[in-house]
């Protein structure tokens, strides 16, 4: 008789939710596709349109060509901006050289562009709660002239930065962490009592909401899988939440078949869950493929619906 197969390990599987694409990924990858299908290929994107490769793959595939700054464009072509946002220097650029051009940065970004606005009109400093390099920072700080904000990366920075005399405000980029951001302002705010910000930090619901996701089903994880690239902020938020809230690992995995099976090694419990410029295919990808060495048994995990939808810009609406 053959010999029996022997059967396949038990996997418990946490998956958080809600989990990959927000509102401002789904429109920004809308905004490139209708470009698309107006103007035909090529379309031009200014830097990633969201930090995920996959994404940018299957865009390039319909025709969609990544560059990192406007003088790689033609000066016929249609170019879109991220949805991270740009500084003002970009548009500025576009308009002079009469380029076609569509914005696709997220509408809550946007408005901390605004807030930012406000508060230079005010004569106030800023102080921009934020990641040195991460687009989003550049193009906030980019909303004004050299100067008028000063960048704080952590608590130990907001205990010793030292703005120019006069009133102060403080504003945030959208995907840091909620508890770290909640305590660099608590040091600000102790610092300097009047200084003036939004009635909640400017970190986006979507953000918000996977964090809340993801310290729902850390602590009864051996191991927290957080899709997403290495470069986006809110997956490498998640990851540090993660760890922080009881997961006895966390690892941020940017496609599913760069998991490395020894990584499972020792666990019972699997939590997963996605950036928010991760496409819910990938989660699908990886479960197929854990399904193919384990007996799954998959658990959600949902801590809010979300229901927030934006609209295109308005040359495409």
């Not at 991220?82 to 003002?88: F, L």
């Not at 807030?115 to 990641?131: D, K, S, T």
């Not at 006069?166 to 508890?179: C, N, R």
């Not at 939590?271 to 990886?286: K, N, Y």
Request: hydrophobic residues 45%; negative net charge.
């Amino acid at each position: 008789m053959p010999e029996a197969v022997s059967a396949k390990p038990s996997l418990r599987i946490l998956l958080a939710a809600p989990r990959g694409f927000c509102a401002g990924v789904d429109r920004a990858i809308r905004v490139v596709e209708e470009a698309l299908r107006r103007y035909g290929a090529p379309v031009y994107v200014r830097h990633e349109i969201v930090h995920n490769r996959t994404v940018v793959e299957q865009l390039e595939a319909k025709g969609a060509v990544f560059v990192d700054e406007l003088d790689a464009v033609p000066d016929d072509g249609q170019v879109v901006f991220s949805a991270h946002g740009v500084p003002k220097s970009v548009p500025d650029e576009a308009r002079r050289r009469r380029l076609l051009y569509l914005d696709a940065t997220c509408p809550l970004v946007s408005k901390v562009h605004r807030e930012a606005e406000r508060h230079f009109a005010a004569e106030r400093h800023i102080l921009m709660i934020g990641h040195a390099g991460h687009p989003e920072v550049e193009g906030t700080m980019g909303q004004l002239p050299p100067g008028a904000m000063t960048l704080v990366q952590s608590a130990e920075e907001a205990a010793h930065v030292l703005p120019p005399p006069g009133d102060l405000a403080f504003i945030t980029q959208t995907t840091l962490s909620v508890d770290d951001t909640a305590g660099i302002v608590a040091v600000l705010r102790e610092r300097f009592p009047d200084i003036s910000g939004p009635k909640r930090e400017d970190i986006c619901y979507a953000t918000t909401n996977r964090q809340a996701a993801v310290k729902a089903i850390a602590a009864g994880a051996d191991l927290v899988l957080v899709i997403g690239s290495p470069n986006s902020s809110n997956s490498q938020r998640l990851r540090e939440v993660a760890e922080r809230t009881g997961a006895a690992r966390a690892l941020l995995l940017p496609r599913p078949e760069m998991l490395d099976w020894a990584d499972l090694d020792g666990v019972e419990v699997l939590g997963i869950s996605a950036g928010a410029s991760a496409p819910e295919e990938l989660v699908e990808a990886l479960l197929e493929r854990l399904g193919s060495r384990y007996t799954l048994s998959v658990e959600e995990r949902r801590v809010v619906d979300e229901d927030v939808v934006f609209r295109l810009p308005a040359p495409l609406a």
